[in-house]
């Protein structure tokens, strides 16, 4: 493919089907995160799910997540990209028919975990593919990919319960594989008639030079970089798992209600991951930002608990605003770097710990739901963690960059 100098040529020209590929690959990386926790009820007519089973379902995909994405250096080694990608489909075709095939809550986190691993090697791949097929257009593929995968996020609450009503909770988890087959069919086409390099002559997917990891340990911005975005990731999965049963519970909302109102709090990551780079590219103190952030989960939950039949679609859209801290994470590690080793040693230290520790959200939720039987406790568990988000801000808010500390 054209070299990183190169001057842009039209987006379709040539590789259409590179593009496509791409597109439908980010279709594929959250489908099944929100696909299962609006048709519990559903799930546990055929077979048992404990409030600590839900927790446990909650927390596969950051650890998945943060697992397989270590891992996918490593593949990518003795494959191309392509070959990588191909196998990392085919693994979440397979754990989206496990589920949907599942008749015990073991066969069930099982599918799961194999659907989020294929996903965790996706997410490390796609930058390195938009680097190879679009290096005259890495802004504008980058912005179209992360949005696809919002619209992916949202997609799934939505119409869980409606085709879960209308066939069975199998069809309704199961149907995410036919997006699965669909982002085979240009790859494979790809691997066919274009014969990728050898992954000696491929973009690379980096790692971290193991000297910067030593050091980035012992730095404060690295761990309150990781901090603000642990919360972001423990708040929203936290969501992903529980909010329909939580609204359900407190509010009353009716199953397909709690569903759709989970696409929205999903759906207010469209405008917050468009609009947060560009602010947080030009203010000069971003803490305020992260002062948002933790604002809109403070409101939205003390919304949940004081009066959550009110406008609870209000409390909900400002929990899902909350989660802007994911996007200024990700802008944050190349504003607070001004070397490339310190961009990728910051990158995977951030992800890393803060996918690790987020994955504690839907666990902690669960066992507190168990223990006092209320909402409540939770609610005021993931208030205090945003609350955390504060603290770290003022470390991140000063404009010195990681090398320099």
């Not at 299962?36 to 446990?56: C, D, H, K, T, Y």
């Not at 085709?163 to 691997?191: E, T």
């Not at 803060?354 to 568990?381: F, K, M, N």
């Amino acid at each position: 493919m054209t070299g990183g100098g190169a001057s842009p040529r039209p987006l379709w020209h040539g590789r259409a089907v590179a593009l496509v590929g791409i597109l439908l690959v980010a279709a594929n990386l959250r489908t099944a995160v929100a696909a299962l926790s609006p048709i519990f009820s559903e799930i546990r007519a055929e077979f048992p799910v404990s409030s600590i089973g839900v927790g446990l379902l909650g927390m596969l995909p950051p650890v998945c997540f943060a697992l397989f994405g270590l891992l996918a250096p490593a593949f990518t080694r003795r494959l191309s990209l392509e070959s990588v990608l191909l196998v990392a489909l085919g693994v979440m075709l397979a754990g989206h028919v496990v589920r949907a095939a599942a008749g015990s809550f073991a066969v069930l986190a099982i599918g799961s975990a194999i659907t989020f691993a294929g996903m965790g090697v996706g997410n490390v791949l796609l930058p390195p593919l938009v680097k190879r097929y679009f290096p005259d257009r890495i802004g504008l593929v980058t912005s179209l990919y992360a949005t696809v995968m919002s619209v992916s996020t949202l997609l799934p609450p939505l119409i869980a319960v409606p085709v879960a009503d209308a066939a069975n909770w199998h069809v309704s988890v199961g149907m995410w594989a036919l997006v699965s087959v669909l982002a085979i069919l240009p790859w494979l086409r790809i691997l066919v008639t274009h014969r990728p390099a050898h992954p000696a002559h491929d973009v690379e997917v980096e790692e971290a030079d193991r000297a910067m990891v030593g050091r980035i340990w012992h730095s404060g911005l690295a761990w309150a970089m990781a901090i603000v975005f642990a919360v972001s990731s423990l708040n929203a999965y936290a969501m992903f798992a529980w909010l329909p049963q939580l609204l359900h519970d407190v509010a009353g909302t009716p199953p397909a209600e709690a569903g759709a109102l989970l696409s929205v709090y999903a759906g207010m990551g469209i405008p917050a991951g468009l609009l947060v780079p560009l602010l947080a590219a030009r203010m000069r103190n971003v803490a305020v930002l992260i002062y948002a952030g933790v604002a809109f989960f403070v409101v939205g939950y003390l919304g949940l608990i004081l009066v959550p039949e009110t406008a609870t679609w209000l409390w909900v859209s400002f929990a899902g605003l909350g989660p802007l801290l994911f996007p200024l994470s990700l802008v944050l590690i190349n504003v607070r770097t001004r070397t490339h080793a310190g961009s990728v040693a910051l990158s995977g230290f951030t992800q890393g710990l803060g996918y690790t520790l987020g994955a504690l959200g839907p666990l902690l939720v669960g066992l507190l739901h168990q223990l006092t039987g209320a909402w409540t406790p939770a609610l005021l568990v993931l208030t205090a963690t945003a609350l955390a988000a504060a603290a770290a801000g003022a470390v991140v808010a000063r404009p010195v960059p990681l090398e320099d500390r």
